[in-house]
């Protein structure tokens, strides 16, 4: 990984947008000179989607509703029928559906299923060829990133890294951020289609620095996670109203909007799911396991996995993150017997 390229200022490039959503331009054949003046944005091709979860399912339905020509897979077939229903076409491989299509998406749960789905058998690399594309938005580890882009790139099609940085709801708005690397040529011709699904895109380099981003990104969410959650059992503790703790909190410097959005739900003990605690222990593991890799003590993060890992052993892993508040609960009722 080219350290020194986190030095260096990222091109950041913002979506252009009309009101508060992007017009796109999505075709299959020769783009329409008609589109630049109806305001939209070209993007010449058919598109796969593969993984329609919690974050896959809203990106795909929104590049759907911006006329694009979507082709999709899901391990569980019954999670396409909402976006059959809007249009998109369903294959029964992650193979097929790259052959079809001239750029693949690929939004998994973690590093093995990026990588079965990319590599394994009826993978999208049998699909792939020169001149195809494969952007894999799910949150993995450099490695496993950099392995996929080898073999994809070895058929002849270009990779790029992008990873999102953004849970349920800027899924749903079209408001992620778009953490990518790789091949510099695709992350332009997929420029418009990022713009649909996010509000930002930042290029970074070489393959390894859009996974590296977006693990310091999660690994410092997670961690201040823990933080608030401690906060908010201490104040209550000590006779506040952690509902006050959290309006304090959202007047000053340290007011960050995952707090005014989790606060109130975690006070009642309610933890809707926009991202899985499991995806957040997921990912300090890799940031753990990246640190370890460059000999980078980061001991508060490894202290906030052990609080997530107690967290799923409570059976909370498909809770919200948010849910890591019970763990802090469990040790101060253990602590009394």
Same mark, same amino acid.
């Given at each position: ?146 392995? #996929? ?57 070489? *393959? ?15 961690? $201040?996670? *823990? ?26 410097? #340290?007011?960050?909007? $995952? ?72 040790? *101060? ?5």
């Amino acid at each position: 990984m080219a350290a020194a390229s986190f030095l260096l200022s990222p091109r950041v490039t913002l979506p252009l947008r009309r009101g508060s959503r992007l017009l796109v331009s999505c075709s299959a054949t020769s783009p329409s000179s008609s589109s630049d003046a109806a305001g939209g944005v070209g993007f010449q091709g058919r598109v796969g989607f593969l993984g329609l979860g919690i974050m896959g399912a809203p990106m795909a339905s929104n590049l759907i509703k911006a006329g694009c020509d979507i082709t999709v897979w899901n391990r569980t077939k019954s999670k396409c029928d909402p976006l059959l229903s809007l249009g998109a076409k369903f294959e029964s491989s992650p193979a097929r559906v790259a052959s079809s299509c001239d750029v693949t998406f690929a939004m998994l749960a973690d590093p093995e299923s990026a990588f079965e789905v990319a590599c394994g058998a009826n993978g999208a690399v049998e699909g792939m060829a020169a001149g195809k594309g494969y952007v894999d938005v799910s949150t993995v580890d450099d490695a496993t990133s950099k392995l #996929i882009g080898k073999r994809i790139t070895s058929t002849g099609a270009s990779f790029l890294e992008a990873p999102v940085s953004g849970s349920k709801k800027p899924a749903e708005d079209g408001l992620l951020i778009f953490l990518t690397a790789g091949d510099e040529s695709l992350y332009k011709r997929v420029a418009p289609l990022l713009d649909v699904m996010g509000k930002s895109r930042f290029y970074l380099g070489d *393959v390894g620095n859009g996974a590296a981003m977006k693990l310091v990104v999660n690994m410092v969410m997670g961690s $201040m996670m *823990v933080s608030f959650a401690e906060g908010l059992l201490l104040s209550e503790k000590v006779g506040l109203d952690p509902n006050t703790v959290v309006e304090v909190i959202s007047q000053g410097a #340290i007011n960050a909007p $995952m707090f005014s959005l989790k606060g109130p739900s975690m006070v009642k003990a309610a933890y809707p799911t926009a991202f899985p605690l499991k995806h957040q222990q997921k990912d300090l593991r890799l940031a753990l396991a990246l640190a370890e890799s460059v000999s980078q003590p980061i001991p508060t993060a490894a202290a906030a996995n052990e609080l997530y890992k107690v967290a799923k052993s409570l059976g909370l892993a498909d809770q919200d993150f948010s849910a890591v508040i019970e763990a802090l609960k469990a040790k *101060v009722q253990s602590s009394r017997h």
